[in-house]
């Protein structure tokens, strides 16, 4: 008989340890490890010692053929995953609760099986009922999903292989399986990483499309092991924020498509409708006429998207200033105030700074440094910024602003949203040509910048000079101080 072995894991990433700590050593989260056997962690087919079988090696040479793909029948879906599922291919979606992941997989479910697929959708949360009640309110009610409220493996894997193979199998959500081969408590890392082994495992053998929705961390990251994200093809996050009605959804890896690919839905009271044009969805509610707001001509995967960036600077009775961002990296925000300050001579020590992504969209791309910064220096020195410019350049340490890739995509998204100018890093004048339609400002470094704004904010400062005669002057001295 096998002795039991006995180790504590990390909930969080799942490092092991042979002894109790307080903290772990990999991801530095406190009292997240926990007891688990893992005897029976390895079934007992695999740890048996057979005899290897030979097989068939091939170079690399040869004819390739594009993996098919089964489409979801939403445009915005099929974009992130890359064209539709993949047969045999395990996607993991995430996103916090109540974001719409289940509205968003009964909405696709329902779309395959009215298009005549087997579909089944495994419930471990939610009872048989609870998922009709949502199909209803969606409309959806008359779609034939197969519904099922389980949460063996084991047992679904039986139930699937019987009759046809199901084209798509979502199961909600992986944190509620569990697998009688290994020896520890539904949730722990040792059955989430077991239940999707083996889920995975069978859609590898049978050909079918599997989506698992996963948990996520108060940091934003998918709960569980962090090596389930290495064994599945594709995981997608489904981002948004609880006030906003837009959501995205966002390929963080794909085998079979882009990354960093993302689709736009708007939440309504019939589920979620498509946005086929995110730009002008995002620039919709725009406050024309008021400093500190400034256009960004973005890239997210391979479409453009044109955002509203808003600043507010404002002089603090803190000890320490406040440093708010919502919807952009804070690490960036502290590079671009450094550099205003360091070369600029834009003195923001003294003030509260507040930057915020308008529309819900989270922007990872280096690019949105310099709409930041004039939006920063608008709002210090009260000076509107053209309403159809928009901004997209890359900052350097040393206030040169650097090129970004994709230029003519962002120009050609812009004219055809309507605005006539663009500001943009001075060695991609090139790059645009003559055909983008749009009136270019050139700029090398971001002192030229910062020099334009602040002469509109002079000559408004001297036009209003009769009605606040005691303001100006003040505003002048936050400006150039």
Excluded at 8 to 17: D, K, L, S
Excluded at 238 to 261: C, H, M, W, Y
Excluded at 269 to 280: A, C, H, M, Q
Aim: charged share 20%; with cysteine; net charge neutral.
């Amino acid at each position: 008989m096998a002795k039991n072995t006995l180790s504590f894991v990390c909930q969080n990433c799942g490092a092991a340890y042979n002894r109790w700590q307080g903290k772990c050593e990999s991801c530095g989260e406190w009292n997240t490890l926990a007891e688990e056997d893992t005897t029976g962690s390895v079934p007992v087919s695999i740890r048996s010692k057979r005899k290897g079988r030979t097989f068939a090696l091939e170079s690399l040479s040869g004819k390739t053929q594009d993996a098919p793909r089964l489409s979801s029948g939403m445009t915005e879906l099929d974009r992130v995953t890359g064209g539709g599922f993949v047969r045999g291919s395990v996607l993991l979606v995430g996103g916090d609760p109540g974001i719409g992941k289940s509205t968003l997989l009964t909405q696709a479910t329902s779309l395959l099986a009215r298009a005549g697929h087997r579909v089944v959708y495994i419930s471990g949360e939610e009872a048989v009922a609870q998922v009709r009640l949502r199909a209803e309110r969606l409309g959806l009610s008359d779609a034939p999903v197969q519904l099922a409220a389980e949460t063996s493996v084991e047992d679904i894997v039986s139930t699937l292989s019987e009759g046809a193979v199901p084209r798509l199998i979502v199961i909600d959500s992986i944190q509620t399986m569990w697998t009688d081969t290994v020896e520890s408590a539904p949730g722990t890392v040792t059955q989430v990483r077991a239940s999707a082994q083996a889920l995975i495992r069978f859609a590898k053998k049978t050909g079918a499309a599997i989506i698992l929705v996963g948990h996520v961390t108060k940091d934003g990251q998918i709960a569980g092991p962090r090596v389930v994200e290495h064994m599945v093809d594709a995981v997608l996050s489904f981002e948004g924020e609880g006030s906003q009605q837009f959501r995205i959804l966002r390929a963080v890896k794909n085998r079979f498509g882009p990354t960093d690919e993302i689709g736009v839905f708007e939440m309504t009271g019939l589920g979620l409708r498509e946005v086929t044009n995110p730009s002008e969805l995002f620039l919709s509610e725009r406050d024309l006429g008021t400093p500190g707001t400034a256009v960004f001509a973005g890239i997210e995967g391979t479409r453009p998207v044109l955002v509203e960036l808003q600043a507010l600077v404002a002089p603090t009775s803190l000890g320490t200033p406040r440093r708010a961002v919502v919807g952009w990296d804070p690490s960036r925000l502290s590079m671009v105030l450094a550099v205003l300050e360091a070369h600029c001579g834009v003195k923001l020590s003294g003030h509260d700074v507040y930057l915020n992504v308008a529309g819900g969209l989270r922007i990872h791309e280096p690019a949105a440094d310099l709409a930041a910064a004039a939006a920063l220096v608008s709002s210090l020195v009260n000076a509107q910024l053209p309403s159809d410019a928009v901004y997209f350049g890359e900052i350097s340490l040393s206030g040169v602003v650097r090129p970004v890739a994709q230029t003519p995509a962002r120009l050609k998204e812009a004219a055809k949203l309507g605005f006539q100018r663009a500001v943009l890093p001075e060695s991609a004048r090139g790059e645009a040509g003559g055909d983008a339609g749009l009136s270019l400002n050139a700029i090398n470094s971001l002192t030229t910048l910062v020099a334009e704004i602040a002469a509109r904010g002079s000559r408004r400062g001297e036009q209003s000079a009769p009605a606040e005669k005691n303001a100006t002057p003040a505003r002048f001295r936050r400006g150039e101080g």
